[in-house]
């Protein structure tokens, strides 16, 4: 009996002796570390996952509503090709995606009135009254740049700007064109303004313009040069090629019926691809030189107000012609 006391004694002191030491053990190394590591841990892990989401979050919130978009748009069935590459342009290039996913100054708008047949065409009077020579990608992603926007030509005879000229077509062509029921939009309407040809691309973009008509005025060092020729982009253009072929219906149309409002001569059909304005769009464009300021006849008839309504109706009679067979985008 004394024995299997003492047996139960020592039993009961070794285990009391473990406990305790177990106890005392655990305390002093999981206390110190604890304090000390997990409160750096919290801030930084909810900040760095928050800031995580916000990015995926916005990021997906531009993505989504483009790609939505985009595939809204092909309702006409000539282009069923448009959003895929509109999306593989976005994609292609890692380093070039901040330039792609161009966004306006939330002070560059357009101005838009709305019309009842469906079309939305985008115009924009070249050039302002100061050009800004700060620079900007000739393309999404590209590498080269050029001058946001240039202070254009002017008359060689009585200094009257380019910039006065196209404004003043381009209000005859709103006119025109919200008669015949065109929701019309205006990259600009006044001349003191500071608007870039990517942001002007972007507003016809963002508009999913039908048409964006682009008005200026030419200038040449040989002053017998005179007519009327619209610029857009190759078919083998890396930014936009794939509207080559739309863009080339929109200006064959608005050349030939420009020409038969004026009489003016041909300058033609002038394909390149070195037009930021040009470069940046994702709806069809063309860059209508409406005549060189550098020759005296012309000129004199560029500031002439009839012969201005004569080149408006003929746009806009070209911009009927070419919506004709084209369902509206929007
Ligand atoms: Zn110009």
């Not at 005392?24 to 750096?40: E, H, Q, R, Y």
């Not at 008509?213 to 078919?235: A, K, M």
């Not at 001569?265 to 060189?292: F, H, Q």
Request: glycine share 8%; charged share 20%.
């Amino acid at each position: 009996m004394k024995k299997s006391m003492r047996r139960l004694l020592a039993v009961l002191c070794a285990a009391l002796f473990l406990l305790t030491a177990a106890a005392c053990g655990k305390d002093t190394p999981a206390s110190s570390p604890a304090p000390g590591t997990l409160p750096v841990i919290g801030p930084e892990g909810p900040e760095d996952s928050s800031a995580e989401t916000k990015e995926a979050s916005s990021s997906k919130a531009e993505s989504v509503p483009q790609i939505t978009e985009t595939d809204q748009q092909p309702s006409s069935k000539e282009q069923p090709t448009e959003p895929q590459t509109t999306e593989a342009q976005t994609e292609e290039p890692t380093t070039q995606d901040a330039a792609s996913d161009w966004t306006l100054p939330a002070n560059v708008t357009g101005f838009r009135t709305e019309g009842t047949n469906g079309y939305v065409i985008v115009i924009d009077p070249g050039h302002q009254e100061k050009g800004n020579s700060e620079k900007e990608p000739v393309g999404p992603g590209a590498t080269e740049t050029k001058a946001k926007v240039s202070s254009g030509t002017a008359s060689r005879f009585n200094g009257y700007p380019e910039y006065k000229v196209n404004m003043e077509v381009a209000l005859k062509l709103r006119q025109i064109l919200l008669e015949r029921g065109y929701t019309v939009i205006m990259t600009r309407t006044g001349n003191a303004v500071n608007i870039s040809n990517i942001e002007r691309a972007t507003i016809a973009n963002d508009a999913h313009a039908d048409a964006f008509v682009r008005l200026h005025c030419n200038g040449s060092e040989n002053n017998t040069f005179h007519g009327i020729g619209i610029y857009y982009q190759t078919p083998n253009n890396p930014y936009n090629g794939d509207l080559h072929g739309e863009a080339k219906a929109l200006n064959s149309c608005l050349l030939e019926h420009m020409l038969s409002a004026t009489g003016a001569r041909r300058d033609g059909l002038i394909e390149s691809d070195t037009y930021s304005g040009i470069n940046w769009c994702k709806v069809p464009a063309g860059l209508v030189e409406m005549g060189y300021m550098t020759n005296q006849e012309e000129d004199a008839k560029l500031q002439d107000q009839a012969y201005q309504q004569k080149l408006a109706v003929g746009i806009a009679d070209g911009i009927d012609e070419f919506v004709s067979t084209r369902a509206p985008k929007n």
